[in-house]
């Protein structure tokens, strides 16, 4: 695949990390049990950041029940992803790169201490891969929802985020792998029998940082390449300024954005395996999906385009304090996703399938 010239260096730079052993955060289909590289939690044990059934978040019990674990087999091995329930308890939203080349698609909730409560499968032509995506990471596509056998009628979906969350906290959750923010060795799978939780801020979105890049001279922008949705940058802060990352490129390129030193010990970063997770932001009386996680670039890889140095606190951790993670932005997809989890009445499945005829051959992928 073909990026242009310096289109957005992240985007290149995560799409060439996708079946890498070590890919970083979210970017990657997590490949098989033994080399998968789940959620960072920070300085204390990933022990800590479990979620589990029935937990409460903001007072909403079972707030997490609805995020879900992916496995999936295609000709290059197993793979595992995550994803979210969505109102209705029919769909799971996911990232495009979760679900865009399958052969077996299994879909668990209330996964914990490696058992699962619910258990659901997705057939291949119940796959809708947004249409505008092409398996560049960057573009606000990465975007797909997956129709499950059997709806899920014990647990409460997540309604959308409709609005443009930059500069809001929200809650991750995700199904990946784990490392203290510290440590500098790769995320793994030591903690895998379970979902990990932690908490951000949407600091900044891609197209707003790549346009700013470019007049700054860093990258080239072309803003046809964002016109198929938003995508939402965070980064891992530590509290200090040397690892706001987002906040120190913000300050050498005119402070477009704003960006602060974090949530403390609240603070946290997608990983390996967390890919189709999702973000939710509160919105005062509910946990509303807002972001799907999409991608992760180390802050040692981001940084020296932007002349500057000491961002990432760990090299060999992909996700440790320093580095930056992005999520495809709901509100840009609210129409297509009610297109696709749309129920028509009888009388109107009796207009399609006479409007339809014979159907030809089937496809192997739906895209919506």
């Keep these: 695949m073909t990026f242009g010239t310096k289109q957005f260096k992240l985007a290149a730079l995560t799409a060439a990390l996708l079946f890498a052993a070590s890919a970083q955060a979210s970017n990657e289909k997590t490949a098989d049990l033994g080399s998968l590289n789940p959620m960072t939690g920070n300085t204390s044990a990933p022990s800590n950041w479990r979620f589990t059934v029935g937990q409460s978040f903001n007072g909403v019990v079972g707030a997490l029940d609805g995020v ?17 329930l969505l109102a209705g308890g029919q769909y799971v939203l996911t990232a495009a790169h979760c679900a865009d080349d399958f052969t077996k698609m299994t879909v668990q909730f209330g996964w914990q201490d ?12 119940n796959a809708y891969v947004n249409k505008r995506w092409t398996g ?17 009628t014990t647990i409460n979906g997540y309604k959308l985020s409709t ?17 203290l923010a510290t440590t500098n060795s790769a995320t793994n799978w030591n903690d895998g ?58 300050g050498v390129t005119g402070n477009n954005w704003t960006s602060d030193t974090g949530l403390g010990a609240r603070e946290g970063l ?6 189709g997770g999702g973000d939710f932001v509160w919105n005062g009386t509910e946990w509303l999906l807002s972001g799907v996680h999409s991608w992760g670039w180390q802050g040692s890889e981001a940084c020296p385009d932007f002349k500057l140095g000491g961002c990432d606190n760990a090299i060999r951790n992909t996700s440790s304090y320093g580095d930056l993670s992005g999520s495809t932005a709901t509100y840009s997809h609210v129409a297509w996703i009610n297109s696709v989890t749309a129920v028509p009445e009888p009388e109107t499945y009796a207009m399609l399938l006479a409007g339809l005829g014979l159907i030809g051959v089937a496809r192997r992928r739906k895209q919506q």
């Excluded at 879900?68 to 979210?84: H, I, K, Q, V, Y």
């Excluded at 058992?115 to 057939?123: D, F, G, L, P, W």
């Excluded at 560049?136 to 899920?152: E, F, N, P, R, Y």
């Excluded at 949705?229 to 906040?247: I, V």
Aim: hydrophobic share 35%; charged share 20%; proline share 2%.
């Design 270 to 275: 997608i990983a390996g395996g967390d890919s």
């Design 163 to 179: 609005t443009n969350d930059v500069g809001k906290e929200y809650l991750m959750a995700g199904y990946g792998t784990t490392q």
């Design 136 to 152: 560049a990471l960057d573009t606000g596509a990465d975007i797909a929802i997956l129709k499950l056998d059997t709806a899920v």
């Design 193 to 250: 029998n379970w979902g990990h939780y932690a908490y951000n801020r949407f600091d900044v979105d891609s197209q707003t940082f790549n346009r700013v890049a470019g007049d700054y001279g860093v990258y080239d922008y072309d803003p046809s390449f964002y016109a198929p949705g938003a995508t939402y940058m965070s980064d891992f802060d530590n509290g200090t300024a040397a690892r706001n990352t987002l906040g120190r490129m913000a």
């Design 114 to 125: 490696g058992k699962a409560a619910i258990t659901r499968n997705v057939s291949v032509g």
């Design 68 to 84: 879900a674990r992916l496995s999936f087999t295609n000709a290059d091995g197993n793979w595992a992803c995550s994803g979210s």
